[in-house]
């Protein structure tokens, strides 16, 4: 059976950066749970939640945004390759970019804040 390389980057402070390798019709989350990238996936799968929103080139050869991707997402989001990690079965080499979640951005600034307080602290 054909076995793809998935290459996931999560942004954010800095960049995190995990490969996996997956059978054809693995679906992305699949993979990125199996290698760890963080993907967040609240209905565990089921195409519910919407969490689990990924970029990837739209040009990839996976299948075609499922009824629930088009329900979830905005034609705009799909046409530049937004899409739903457990929507999509993998049928090629791809990059998958994951964004930083809102939780996350703002835990990240109040942790730079506290940093950057503690550092004025000690040059005073
Ligand atoms: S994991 Fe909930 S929509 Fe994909």
Redesign the pocket.
């Known amino acids: 059976m054909l076995s793809f390389r998935i290459v996931f980057r999560q942004t954010g402070a800095g960049v995190h950066r995990r490969i996996a390798h997956a059978q054809a019709g693995t679906t992305v989350?699949a993979a990125g749970i199996q290698a760890k990238a963080g993907i967040p996936?609240?209905?565990?799968?089921?195409?519910?939640?919407?969490?689990?929103r990924i970029h990837i080139n739209p040009r990839s050869a996976v299948n075609p945004p499922t009824r629930?991707e088009r329900f979830?997402l905005s034609d705009k989001q799909l046409t530049e390759g937004d899409r739903?990690?457990?929507?999509i079965q993998i049928g090629c080499d791809l990059e998958v970019d994951i964004p930083e979640s809102a939780l996350s951005r703002v835990v990240r600034k109040q942790l730079e804040e506290l940093h950057r307080n503690k550092d004025d602290d000690r040059m005073d």
């Open positions: 989350l996936h609240k209905c565990g799968g089921q195409g519910s939640c919407g969490t689990c629930i979830k739903l990690a457990c929507q």
